[in-house]
């Protein structure tokens, strides 16, 4: 038996079906853009820790910084012991992200939770319940974000019901026919037949529609719903998880959109 068919078989045995797998090839080391599996065999890594390695595996500089915090301390949770990194980090990313006023971090360890965190921020700043996303959105895996998710099949058979006050309008796709007007129209559609929009807390979007087929929303959409928002008193969430931080050309991926 070869070592990668030997540890699919213990990860069967040992590991939830719940972490699921494509591809039988276990990696023993890796480094920039290529890795290499337990039986010596050299790949290059499209995969990229599901798009998570803006900077490949084991860039000198990030093991260094690792080194270095590890040498210091591990985890303290900062809410009980703070630490300077945390804030240093938070000031520099506040200071790339130009939202017309004064920026503040949050930071957290999933996507899921950032959008969970967004949800709940919006509601509690307007004490509103709705929030409108997409068709075609991913949002994550927990129960709100399945629920945001705008894509049944894989991400959501079996696992409802799921929470409420999720309301969704089409994300427009220029090359399907699918135009910005149709899609202004239909948000406020929605307004009229789902959810009053001094109901909405939040319009949450992917600026580039990620798992729904890479589409990016045109400038004239990102300006419309910024309209609607600020006409409305509505928060405007932009879901980067998958597209920010650099994986467009910018930082944030709504900079494109003025
Ligand atoms: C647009 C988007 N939002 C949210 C998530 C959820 O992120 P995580 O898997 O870190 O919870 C993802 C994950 O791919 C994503 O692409």
Redesign the pocket.
């Known amino acids: 038996m070869s070592l990668n068919t030997a540890l699919d078989e213990r990860r069967k045995a040992a590991v939830s079906a719940g972490a699921s797998m494509s591809f039988p090839i276990y990696v023993d080391r890796a480094q920039n853009a290529e890795l290499w599996d337990v039986e010596g065999r050299r790949y290059i890594d499209f995969i990229g820790g ?2 998570a390695l803006a900077v490949g595996h084991s860039h000198p500089e990030v093991v260094a910084a690792v080194q270095a915090q590890l040498n210091r301390f591990s985890h303290t949770f900062f809410g009980s012991a703070p630490y300077e990194s945390y804030i240093q980090l938070a000031e520099r990313l506040n200071e790339r992200c130009k939202v017309g006023g004064p920026a503040k971090t949050l930071l957290l360890t ?6 969970e965190n967004a949800v709940k921020i919006s509601r509690a700043y307007t004490k509103r319940r709705g929030i409108i996303v997409f068709g075609g ?5 927990t129960l709100l ?1 399945m629920a945001m998710t705008g894509k049944v099949n894989p991400y959501k058979q079996s696992f409802g019901p799921f929470p409420g006050s999720i309301h969704r309008a089409p994300y427009p796709d220029l090359y399907r026919g699918v135009s910005v007007e149709h899609c202004l129209t239909a948000l406020e559609t929605v307004f009229e037949t789902e959810i009053e929009p001094s109901a909405v807390a939040a319009i949450v979007i ?1 600026p580039l529609l ?2 729904g087929g890479y589409i990016p929303a045109p400038v004239e959409f990102m300006a419309g719903i910024r309209r609607l928002c600020d006409r409305h008193g509505i928060v405007l969430v932009a ?5 920010g931080m650099g994986r467009t050309g910018r930082l944030f991926a709504i900079e494109h959109t003025g």
């Open positions: 599901m798009g999933t996507g899921a939770e950032a959008v959105a991913f949002h994550g895996r974000t992917e990620g798992e879901d980067e998880v998958q597209c």
